[in-house]
């Protein structure tokens, strides 16, 4: 079983920037395909971005483009989200996730890292 752990959430004020990481448990796991979400309290959760294939093919939620920026380290099997430019309501729990099934669907999740934006 493969879990993900993510870092690097906390408090920020708007304007700012958080970096956010994400490891697997287990250092023989492998993916291509990694993904971010976000659930704000008392909705759904919801895409943020992806980096899925062996050419990094970038995916982005509308409301984040130009701000966010997915990358991976291969080598480390990381998976990181530099969040520039932070707004209230980029608060949430953010999750990451490895190994897509289908565009939004994966197979392994983590257990997700707050992120808190001060007005």
């Known amino acids: 079983q493969v879990q993900l752990v993510e870092s690097g959430g906390g408090l920020v004020q708007a304007g700012g920037s958080l970096r956010l990481s994400c490891a697997a448990s287990?250092?023989?796991?492998?993916?291509?395909?990694w993904g971010w979400f976000r659930q704000a309290p008392g909705k759904v959760r919801v895409f943020v971005a992806a980096i899925t294939g062996s050419g990094g093919s970038l995916d982005y939620a509308d409301s984040v483009k130009g701000r966010f920026t997915i990358s991976r380290d291969n080598a480390k099997n990381m998976v990181y989200l530099q969040m520039n430019s932070l707004k209230p309501e980029d608060t949430a729990v953010y999750y990451c996730a490895a190994t897509i099934l289908r565009r939004f669907e994966y197979l392994y999740w983590g257990q997700g890292t707050q992120v808190t934006v001060s007005s």
């Open positions: 287990r250092s023989t796991f492998s993916s291509n395909s």
